[in-house]
């Protein structure tokens, strides 16, 4: 007879919560394969901490992504958000999928060349540019869209010096009806300034303007807001023909989306609250093709979503280090993995399940990093089962921002590998090592000697 795997005894308060028509469930399903890839096995080679890219996921949501909006609106083009998580194989999938290149500094606008997106095909946005990087991407051919006038003026002094004219298009902040506004980039609608900037790039003769360009907030949950931003950029190209007699090129929508993630304190999971992409689809084309646009010359529509693309297509593999009991009572579990490489753990609830088979009873716990910070807080409530020392863990959904805004603090940054189409496993990042970081240092000769 097989021996069961122990798990200590719970004594726990029970709270009766909210219920829906299916009742409330507090166990938590395993995840023991990734793409049919073993979780142990992946852990077992690569390591703990670990994360994991399926390659699958993120084809299937950008070809989701895409048939909504071009079942919709006759010319779409996805441009992938570099920031969002700039690892040069999950650039590539995405420009296999047809996406051009947003980036927002120049070593984004780097890595985008050196990835084979032609220069015609990178958007440039940002409040950084210098001058020899407006320079590079004029040259490139790339799409300019200019930030505020300070860039405006540079540009102007750096086309009068060039052969061709830079294209550019300017990016446009406006009231959707969400608070905060999102007034810092761009020039703002409302006042008139938006209006100012296409006419002293129209009245310099140095410059090409081709298109229109909003980000009007990040994990945006209401879909209407976009409706309202596509109708106020449709109709600043509808004056701008008027004046000038030309259309625009383009439209561009920015990102934003929602992915299916729960932010803190909601009340509803991700998935229940997140528009999905017809419901943004339908917002912003109803908005273009309604409004005053020549029906004959719609303007291509740009989108350069991010997270809403990547999210569920990550996931961190981690390993429990120990468990404790709280002053007040709590339990609480002590995980290998910290807020320094899940940076997304300050402002959502990551959904976290077993790695092994376990019995429905579970506990209300705190689970933390490794790091000797206070603020090193995975969740602050979770209901788990009785993890034990050396159980693994899957940290869901972790696909946007954090292998860009992770950092080596107290901890080395970990592996991470990609899931083919195929199944094959893929290292395409190494785990750091010291040499790495120290790689950098230089110590005056006095210090050598201690």
């Known amino acids: 007879m097989k021996k069961l795997p122990f798990e200590r005894p719970i004594i726990k308060k029970l709270n009766v919560g909210i219920s829906n028509k299916f009742g409330l469930k507090t166990e938590l399903e395993p995840i023991t394969h990734i793409d049919n890839v073993s979780v142990s096995e992946l852990i077992k080679e690569h390591g703990s901490p670990l994360f994991v890219i399926s390659e699958s996921t993120v084809r299937r949501t950008v070809q989701e992504a895409r ?9 779409v083009q996805f441009a992938w958000s570099y920031k969002t998580n700039y690892l040069d194989a999950v650039c590539r999938i995405f420009h296999q999928e047809g996406s051009w290149a947003e980036v927002v500094s120049r070593y984004e606008y780097d890595k985008a060349l050196s990835n084979g997106v032609e220069g015609a095909k990178i958007i440039f946005n940002g409040p950084d540019k210098t001058a020899e990087d407006l320079k590079i991407a004029s040259e490139n051919n790339s799409l300019i869209h200019i930030d505020h006038f300070d860039e405006l003026y540079t540009l102007i002094e750096i086309a009068g010096k060039l052969k061709k004219k830079p ?49 009007i907030g990040t994990f945006m949950l209401t879909a209407s807001a976009y409706e309202k931003a596509a109708g106020k950029l449709a109709s600043l190209a509808v004056d701008f023909k008027k004046t000038y007699g030309k259309n625009v090129s383009y439209i561009d929508m920015g990102g934003g989306f929602a992915s299916h993630n729960t932010l803190k304190g909601a009340y509803l999971t991700g998935k229940d609250t997140a528009p999905s992409f017809d419901e943004y689809a339908e917002a912003i084309t109803n908005a273009l093709t309604n409004s005053k646009l020549d029906p004959d010359n719609m303007p291509l529509l740009i989108l350069e979503t991010g997270r809403a693309l990547i999210d569920e297509a990550g996931y961190l593999l981690g390993t429990v280090i120990a468990n404790k009991k709280l002053s007040d009572g709590r339990h609480s579990t002590i995980v290998n993995f910290g807020v320094n490489i899940l940076f997304t753990a300050f402002w959502y609830e990551h959904q976290i399940n077993p790695e092994k088979e376990y019995s429905q009873s579970s506990e209300t ?9 206070n603020i ?16 693994n863990i899957i940290v869901s959904s972790v696909g946007a921002y954090n292998m860009t805004q992770w950092m080596q603090f107290i901890t080395l940054r970990p592996r991470v590998v990609l899931i083919d189409v195929s199944g094959g496993v893929h290292v395409i990042r190494k785990n750091e090592t010291n040499k790495d970081i120290t790689a950098l240092e230089s110590v005056p000769g006095h210090l050598a000697k201690i």
């Not at 716990?365 to 910070?373: I, R, S």
């Not at 090193?376 to 159980?391: A, G, V, Y």
Request: net charge neutral; proline share 6%.
């Open 67 to 75: 048939r909504a909006f071009e079942t919709r609106y006759p010319k």
């Open 167 to 215: 294209r550019v298009a300017i990016r446009v902040n406006m009231d959707t009806g969400v608070h905060p506004q999102w007034d810092r980039f761009g020039f703002n609608f409302e006042n008139g300034e938006a209006w100012e900037a296409i006419t002293k790039i129209m009245s310099s003769g140095k410059l090409e303007f081709v298109g229109l360009h909003t980000h």
């Open 365 to 373: 716990t705190v689970m933390y990093g490794p790091l000797c910070m």
């Open 376 to 391: 090193d807080q995975i969740r602050d409530s979770i209901q788990l089962p009785p993890l034990k020392k050396d159980d």
